[in-house]
């Protein structure tokens, strides 16, 4: 995966290997993207989140997160969002554009189950996420299936952007037409 | 700066410090944030972006860009935005939501006249970018000094998570009170 893509088809099928990669290996940049959404009162938010699912055949990455977090609000309030991962080594900038749906509860129960112990203490500190508090530790880490969720982002677009040594090339794939790509001006 | 900020006037010193670093270090995470932006209809569009300023006195940070880029008529439209950086050894997360003033022409000419002659090109691919083209390299890169922006980032707020291993700890430092800092639930 360090050749350089020159092909629209070698750009998409390496986007989602590196994806794919990314779930799994805690090293790999893709592990860590950022997940922007649109800011409740205007301009945008953005923060690291962990990439737990990609599948290309569906179209679809998925993230946990607390249902009481601020990016979960802002979400319901317009579901489209930008996931992105800047991976320095292959001078590779991914961003996907997905419509993202929240699943929790019942929808999610399997999955729960899966979440190793010791994690799932992230899924529900009291009070809830971005609470101002006296002092640092002043919150308690209760593990709380009925706030965990699942962001399913359905993939509407992938841009891409590889800054080679010679030459920069971006690509742009749309589920509109099959992600068949096109190219456009880096 | 290997050091766990466990105070919050040390979060604070800590950021201003690694930001300062990233703008000379391009090893530091700090060198390449992440910038995002409302999207033109809806949703977030997010960035890979240098950082070329920091200066906690002013609190304020600078990019360059090319005028014609999406992000310039992102911020035109709306001129709140957030940068992110997220420091994997650290295991610090950074976030400025920022107000960002769109400078350029004679207001830049004195920053353009000290970039490099090689990195020039940046600022002017001929059709401009995102436009679709029918080869990788379907366009010419000629230097445009008319082209070259600075957008300065006018910090109106900061939020600091330090994800450590006993404790996770989270800060929020607000211009709008000097920047004193409280403690949020991570």
Redesign the interface.
């Known amino acids: 995966m360090n050749d350089t893509p020159?092909t629209l088809d070698a750009m998409h099928t390496q986007v989602w290997q590196r994806l794919m990669r990314g779930t799994k290996d805690k090293k790999a940049p893709e592990n860590?993207p950022?997940l922007?959404?649109?800011?409740l009162s205007?301009?945008?938010?953005?923060?690291?989140v962990v990439l737990r699912a990609a599948s290309q055949a569906e179209a679809r990455i998925e993230v946990h997160t607390d249902l009481l977090t601020d990016k979960v609000a802002e979400l319901r309030a317009?579901p489209?969002?930008?996931l992105?991962v800047?991976n320095?080594k292959a001078r590779l900038?991914t961003?996907l554009?997905l419509r993202v749906e929240i699943l929790s509860g019942d929808q999610v129960a399997e999955v729960w189950a899966n979440v190793p112990e010791g994690s799932r203490a992230a899924y529900g500190?009291d009070?809830?996420?971005?609470?101002?508090?006296?002092?640092?530790?002043?919150?308690a880490r209760v593990p709380a299936a009925d706030r965990f969720a699942i962001l399913r982002g359905h993939v509407e677009e992938i841009d891409v952007v590889h800054l080679g040594q010679d030459?920069h090339?971006?690509?742009?794939f749309r589920a509109s037409d099959g992600f068949v790509g096109?190219?456009?001006?880096?």
């Open positions: 020159t860590q950022v922007a959404t649109a800011g205007g301009g945008a938010e953005v923060r690291t317009d489209c969002a930008s992105h800047w320095a900038q961003r554009r500190p009070p809830a996420p971005a609470t101002p508090i006296d002092t640092a530790d002043g919150f030459q090339r971006r690509a742009l096109i190219w456009l001006v880096p």
